[in-house]
């Protein structure tokens, strides 16, 4: 610092110690007018009643109600002096009232919006219920969820993301599989994924004579890369009922289980009806329609942080070739990072989803 900065600060001393510092401020440039403060606090009071209805609110409505609360306190102020002070609500403002008060950027998709939340409070309660009554461990309770997945997608703003557009007559961005996922209560059982791709039998699997069961996935084939009803009672015979099976025995639990799925149309309904005599053991619940956002476990943060921690991976396994290697990244993106790839790295994601997170 200069010396004549450093000589104004005992000067102004006692403006200083009477500033009224917001949290997570540690730079004090000029002390911001009360007036601003009192906005701050009506401001979030609005933004949490917005919230405990469960409406939508941007960026843009929120610096409208900024200006709203702004003009309506230098109205029912008397003698509040704004002649050396312009409130403008600018997207400055906004980011610093943001970084302060803490509210962040929630995407609301638009199922979301029109979710039966009276609905949903009544599946809980008849769902607490059955478990009770059934006598069900966290450790029997299941929910099974689909997921796209562009597996060579990067995040936007990235240098990759810039080279890849450059790539001739290839369009890695939109090559996409479809994972089915699923996972116990206690969250300490996640059983082996789901994965349908458009290809049955791509060249990276010939060339090293892949063997699709020995995969860590189950892989099926379909043109759209969809789960359909087909695969995912396979799934169940071949993957699901087995694998749960052997996870009780070595719990020593009951053989039972309950499985929670949404209303998907991969999701047939009555199917534990059509099950093979060994596999009786499973009952399944339904979601009710339109609560799915509210009661899906597998999208509480299950399904996202699988996703970051895919991408991760992904980051770290283009700079390791990238770096120990005489590739550039246009040569591995185009000819060296393939569909064996994206399956370990599933995988890998898979298991970094962590006990806490899944419980």
Known sequence: MAKSTISTIPKNKETIKRANVAKGVITLTKQIPQILEEVKKLLLIFINEKQLRGDSISETFICEKALEIYDDLVKKTPGTSTSAFVFKASRGWFENFKNRSGIHNVVRHGEGASSDKEGAEKFVAKFSELMMKEGYALQQVFNADETGLFW???????????????????????????????GNASGDFKVKPLLVYHSDNPRVFKRNNIMKSKLPIMWRVNSKAWVTRQFFVEWVHEVFAPSVKEYLQEKNLPIKCLILLDNAPAHPPGFEENLVEEFDFIRVQYLPPNTTPLLQPMDQQVISNFKKSYTKSLFRKCFEVTNDTRLTFKEFWKNHFHILNCIHLIDNAWNQVTYRIMN
């Open 152 to 182: 060579k997608k990067m995040p936007k703003r990235t240098y990759i993301t810039k080279e890849e557009k450059a790539l001739p007559r290839h369009k890695p961005m939109k090559d996409r599989l479809t994972l089915l996922l699923c």
